[in-house]
């Protein structure tokens, strides 16, 4: 596969505790990587934002700190996180125009240490 940040679309983490989570947008940071989940935008202001300390690892799949990352549905299809994907698609396509820019949702990574 590719660097993770060339990758242009959403991505999996899995953590070893068994959590799951999508990655809608992610950038690098210097202790890791910083991301946001599907409907970051009605949480609030201090859970939009979530940093993954370690060093990033792999190809793809990619490892850091105790989680794995790969392409959603990548590797034994995951329906749930497949499913929230979709209605996070729709719910972006519906709101069209009204929906963050790419630079905004940049400014706002780089405001919790983005390297963007």
């Known amino acids: 596969m590719a660097d993770i940040f060339e990758m242009k679309r959403p991505l999996a983490i899995n953590y070893s505790s068994g959590e799951k989570a999508i990655m809608v947008a992610y950038y690098p940071h210097k202790e890791g990587l910083v991301y946001l989940q599907p409907f970051w935008q009605q949480q609030a202001q201090s859970e939009q934002v979530t940093l993954i300390k370690g060093q990033l ?5 990619w490892r850091i700190a105790d989680a794995v990352i790969t ?6 299809t995951d329906p749930e996180l ?8 729709c719910h972006v396509q519906a709101m069209g125009e009204q929906y963050y820019k790419a630079e905004d949702i940049r400014s706002l990574a780089r405001e919790y240490g983005a390297l963007v």
């Open 57 to 61: 690892k792999g190809q793809g799949p």
């Open 71 to 76: 392409l959603v549905g990548c590797q034994g």
């Open 82 to 89: 497949a499913q929230w994907l979709a209605e996070w698609e």
